[in-house]
């Protein structure tokens, strides 16, 4: 057909065709939602996986600072040590009270080497002798964490800047957690270990792992309904966990992912990293990661000598640990543990399945893959 006398326009007929109906629009912001949608858990997932990644890193730093240190040494360093003893009614700059941590131990070799020295000399003049004031005292000094004591997957909840996120082993050991110079528990970090000492080969034997600090630096308190996470704080006061340790994660103590209303839980781990207590720098492997705490005890500070630390992350399924030999693993938190209901042992094989055999460094237990 053709038209005669009427004029088309063809610019203003293809400008007319290039917008977007109702339903297109519609449909294609629908398509960006799910987009968007199916993006942000792979973006989620990819932030855990640095952070994980920087955790490691980290563990990967103590494990050459553990290795060097033995070089020098011929000995691991002390879980707590120093400059002996606390007095009551004595200055609290009179010494460290032999409770100075490995991480001070450590500095020099995880690059905080000006630190130790300032450590080292003390503060005469303002009454702080050489080797510091009681560990658990604020000082200028130590009072601002190495970056590298601090995993980024556990950031949050501290109340000073003191805390961090490592822990040393203690192995399958419940009681006599804080000896003196002349103790010891079947973990790398009971006293001075020495490498040939790991008869379980240092490949097969954990040396340090991680823990999530308490959300405050506090307590005994009783707690209220879904108010404290099992993974952080230490349910105090919790009788017979000493020798039955699946106590621990019965109804009577957790509910969930909180320990149980009612309990007495206190908040002492993770914000002093210069003080050498279990229950601010340890963890033993009895009960499997990510469970919570607990102790037959009933101190009030960080003193409790009979705990149940098994170390605790926010990395789903489980933690990392820094085996003897300076690898970096991730340990499941369904790990074998053998029999809980059984008590601790001094020596032989652990009962604790896999994750006790792991722990101690003289058991002769054969654990394979893990």
């Known amino acids: 057909m ?29 398509i960006i939602g799910v987009l968007v949608g199916l993006l942000l858990p792979a973006v989620q997932a990819a932030r855990e996986a640095a952070r994980r990644m920087q955790c490691s890193n980290n563990l990967k730093q103590f494990g050459l600072a553990n290795h060097n240190y033995h070089d020098t040494y011929n000995a691991l360093p002390f879980r707590r040590g ?3 003893c606390w007095q009551s009614g004595a200055p609290g700059g009179i010494n460290n009270a032999g409770r100075l941590s490995a991480f001070v131990s450590l500095m020099p070799f995880y690059e905080q080497g000006a630190m130790y020295d ?5 503060d005469p003049a303002a009454g702080i002798s050489p080797g510091g004031p009681y560990a658990w005292n604020s000082w200028g000094v130590w ?13 949050g909840g501290f109340s000073h800047d003191r805390s961090h996120n490592y822990a040393f082993s203690m192995g399958d050991s419940v009681t006599g957690l804080n000896p003196g110079y002349t ?30 600090g308490s959300q405050t630096n506090g307590g005994p308190t009783t707690v209220g309904l879904n108010q404290v996470e099992a993974v952080q704080g230490i349910a105090n006061s919790v009788a017979g966990s000493n020798t039955n340790p699946q106590i621990c994660m019965t109804p009577a103590v957790v509910t969930g992912r909180f320990f149980t ?7 002492r781990w993770g914000h002093q990293y210069t003080d050498g207590q ?14 919570a705490s607990c102790s037959s005890g009933d101190n009030p500070n960080s003193d409790n000598t009979v705990a149940l630390l098994p170390p605790t992350s926010r990395h789903p399924g489980g933690v990392n640990v820094l085996m003897a030999d300076g690898a ?32 101690s460094k003289n058991g002769g237990e054969t654990v394979g893959e893990f």
């Open 82 to 84: 120093g400059t002996c």
């Open 118 to 122: 300032l450590i080292r000399a003390g």
């Open 143 to 155: 009072n601002n964490a190495p970056g590298v004591v601090l995993c980024p997957s556990a950031a």
């Open 183 to 212: 103790g010891d528990n079947r973990g790398v970090f009971g006293q001075a270990t020495r490498f040939a000492e790991i008869i379980d080969g240092t490949s097969n034997t954990i040396m340090m792992s991680e823990r999530l």
């Open 278 to 291: 279990a229950e601010r720098v340890g963890f033993n492997t009895v009960l499997p990661p990510n469970s």
């Open 2 to 30: 053709v038209l005669i006398g009427k004029k088309i326009d063809v610019g203003a007929t293809r400008c007319a065709r290039m917008g977007f109906t109702l339903v297109e629009l519609l449909v294609v912001i629908a």
């Open 261 to 267: 209303a009612g309990l007495t839980v206190k908040g």
């Open 328 to 359: 970096v693993r991730f340990v499941s938190q369904t790990i074998d543990t053998g029999n809980l209901a059984a008590p601790p042992v001094n020596s032989g094989f652990s009962p604790y399945g896999v994750w006790g055999g792991l722990g």
